[in-house]
């Protein structure tokens, strides 16, 4: 079981961590897959297009094969009918024979005989209103001499049935006296290969020699056969093209020569895009993959925090609490761990016992400077004290009073440096004093060094500072300004037998605009005052502007006469 102390809830919220990125590189790599599926149906679809071409040139070449076989088999039936003297010569007999002949042959229908007049003179179906033949196309190529045409025609009462018309001269004395014509019924298209709807959406029809399309599906649409490309068909066998339709689509067009270029057959087809879905087989060139995909992205995902981040989490716990010097913690891990992991557990576990092994080392041997450190400021602080003791002596022996004086301000200034060293000595931290005490301290000790000789002088302390700390760079010209100050106060500011004699000592604590931290040391007399447009600086006020200097602040002197003089500091901590 996993021991989870003091979980980071920011932990998981981190992005772009180690699951997004094993994330993304999966992606990445499965990304050539999806290009060579792309490029697979690329080719899988060209390579249909390739079959489908091909199945419409031999589409093509077996309709007109069966094209021109039953037209040239319903022509040499017409050319046998023709030899008829009664059929010929359209005699009485001559309808009744045709018609004999039409419920006889299935495959044909619509035996007649026209004059050139362009009117039926016999028929196996009487029309009951003849259309006029004389403006059918096919019917101006047989008077024109071919030796036969194909063409539209509508026969009359009994079914009225489009057919697909073919139509041989007559001859008399080698004019042409008339016109043989039947018809091969629409419905018989299926044989001729000219379905109107093949499967794939291929039409079929028939093209005369002028391009023109007969038999022609409503749904075609090709509009005339350029007369280039019937002269390309006549050379190629089977010439297939595009061409676009009235509606902007793309239409495939193979057309074939009959009858050694007489005539066509034609067999059109949408041509479908490259990239166009119903090419594309969606369920496995898409769907599929990209399930697959998104699985295998799930499983990286499953993989990477089971496998992986799980514990690296647990790590991870463990090395934030190192980071707090708990030590003494050992993450533990079961025996499903991998083998890394347990290996860069025992690293870890390893690195916090050395860790702690050198806190320890590094705490005695603190521990050991800080004691000599503090016997250090003892016996400094003790050497000064009997430094002061020897002055006292001295002081006892002299009796010029400005020599005493001397001394005696020596002494203040001596005094301040061992309360200095004393501070230090009993602080916590040897590189830090309290503000409060310590000049409270040197404050008390420089007013019972200064009342002397009859001086009757009140010390007033006031301090809103609170745990406010000083390093010992600040602490000894802080000690020496405010033991200066004050000297020079009780030595100038006062009269002998004034009443009422008050030094006051004042700190503030300042934040300045920009943030900065700031202390404020006032010393304030009720003496007599100070003429300050004087020029002259004693040994004390250069004193002073020398301390505040090194504490890189400011100080100040103010006086007005008959109410004493204030000096103070400024200066940033």
Request: a negative charge.
């Amino acid at each position: 079981m996993l021991l989870t102390p003091d979980p980071d809830p920011d932990y998981k919220s981190r992005r772009f961590g180690l699951r997004t990125r094993l994330l993304v590189l999966v992606a990445i790599a499965l990304l050539p897959i999806f290009a060579f599926l792309a490029l697979q149906t690329i080719a899988n679809i060209q390579e249909s297009n390739v079959k489908r071409h091909d199945d419409l040139i031999e589409a093509t070449h077996f309709l007109a094969r069966d094209q021109a076989t039953y037209i040239r088999s319903l022509r040499n039936l017409m050319d046998m009918i023709a030899v008829n003297p009664e059929v010929h010569d359209a005699g009485p007999q001559c309808n009744r024979y045709l018609s004999v002949l039409n419920e006889t042959d299935r495959d044909s229908t619509h035996f007649a005989i026209a004059g050139l007049d362009g009117r039926i003179r016999c028929s196996g179906y009487p029309p009951e209103d003849a259309p006029d033949l004389a403006v059918a196309d096919w019917f101006e190529d047989i008077v024109s001499g071919a030796r036969f045409s194909i063409g539209d025609a509508r026969f009359g009462a009994v079914d009225r049935e489009a057919a697909l018309v073919v139509a041989i001269p007559l001859h008399t004395d080698g004019e042409v006296a008339g016109i043989m014509f039947a018809g091969m019924p629409m419905r018989l298209r299926d044989a001729l290969g000219l379905e109107s709807q093949q499967p794939a959406g291929r039409i079929a029809g028939l093209v005369d020699r002028s391009g023109r399309v007969i038999t022609q599906d409503e749904n075609l649409n090709v509009g005339r056969i350029p007369e280039d490309r019937m002269a390309q068909a006549v050379q190629a066998s089977v010439l297939v093209f595009e061409r676009a339709q009235s509606d902007g689509s793309q239409q495939t067009i193979a057309l074939a020569p009959l009858f050694g270029g007489d005539y066509f057959v034609l067999l059109a087809q949408p041509s479908i895009p490259l990239l166009l879905w119903k090419n594309i087989d969606v369920t496995m060139t898409v769907i599929l993959p990209v399930i697959m995909w998104l699985l295998a992205i799930v499983v990286v995902w499953l993989a990477a925090d089971f496998v992986i981040l799980r514990w690296l989490e647990h790590l991870g716990r463990f090395a934030r609490l190192y980071g707090r010097e708990r030590y003494k913690l050992k993450p533990e891990l079961t025996p499903t761990a991998p083998h890394e992991i347990r290996e860069l557990s025992k690293s870890l576990s390893s690195m916090a016992a050395r860790i702690s092994a050198r806190d320890v080392e590094l705490q005695d041997t603190l521990d050991q400077k800080q004691i000599l450190i503090r016997e250090v400021h003892h016996r400094v602080k003790n050497n000064l004290q009997i430094i002061i003791s020897l002055i006292n002596l001295q002081l006892g022996r002299l009796k010029d009073g400005s020599a005493r004086e001397a001394l005696r301000q020596a002494q203040v200034r001596i005094n301040a440096l061992a309360i200095i060293h004393h501070n230090l000595y009993e602080a916590e931290k040897l590189t830090q004093i309290q503000i409060v005490p310590f000049i409270e301290n040197i404050a008390r000790l420089t007013h019972a060094a200064s009342t002397y000789d009859g001086f009757d002088v009140r010390l007033e302390f006031d301090c809103d500072l609170g745990e406010q700390i000083l390093t010992t760079d600040q602490a000894v010209p802080l000690a020496m300004f405010l033991t200066e100050a004050m000297t020079n106060a009780y030595k100038h500011a006062f009269q002998p037998g004034q009443a009422d004699q008050v030094i006051s000592v004042k700190i503030q604590f300042f934040i300045g605009s920009d943030g900065a931290k700031e202390i404020s040391v006032i010393i304030k007399d009720n003496g007599l005052g100070l003429d300050l447009s004087s020029t002259y600086k004693g040994m004390g006020s250069t004193l002073i502007d020398a301390f505040a200097s090194q504490l890189d602040g400011e100080a100040g002197l103010q006086s007005d006469a008959g109410e004493g003089v204030t000096v103070s500091i400024r200066f940033p901590i």
